[in-house]
């Protein structure tokens, strides 16, 4: 399991503060885990009329989300702590459901993406909020991260925003209900 009482950490840190940004860190780590598979399961199961755009433009945030759990798995070590990577401890963890879509037409995916980064965005929002009285370089990372995360959240919302700004998952408080509202945003197939 992750060893989040340090016996050690970085110059000018104290082990509590450590041990409390190890544990935020482990919890992105648990969602940069989560995600990066979640988005690859939708590229391998979206279909329909926008399937190539949508197929191809996941494969890079899931190489960026990978690419954020890796950093923050390394500041954990570089802070004194152990992180944890395995399958059984991200579930064990988690407080979200398992994304449940399989195969989908490419508005539903998107619909219920747009919860997902939703979720995503919030709790990193609110781990920068907290390690800024902990540590700064912790923090620059979040920060940075959650700015490439937003903007995927973008790419994704831009599928189902109308021209007035609305946005078809407004409402949504689950997967399914975002899916069936990302649906309703489909568009008609010529013939």
Known sequence: MAQTNPQYTVPGMSTDAAQRVIELLQSRLHAYNDLHLTLKHVHWNVVGPHFIAVHEMLDPQVDDVRAMADAVAERIATLGGSPVGTPGALVDA???NEY????????EHLGALELVYRG????????????????????????????KLELFHWFIRAHLENTGGGLATADATDETE???AGAETEPATPG
């Open 178 to 180: 975002a899916a069936v």
């Open 120 to 147: 995503v965005i919030g709790d990193a929002r609110a781990a920068i909020d907290e390690v800024d009285k902990l540590d700064l370089v912790t923090q620059d990372i979040l920060i940075g991260q959650t700015e």
């Open 94 to 96: 988690r407080s979200w």
């Open 100 to 107: 449940s879509l399989g195969r989908a037409t490419t508005q």
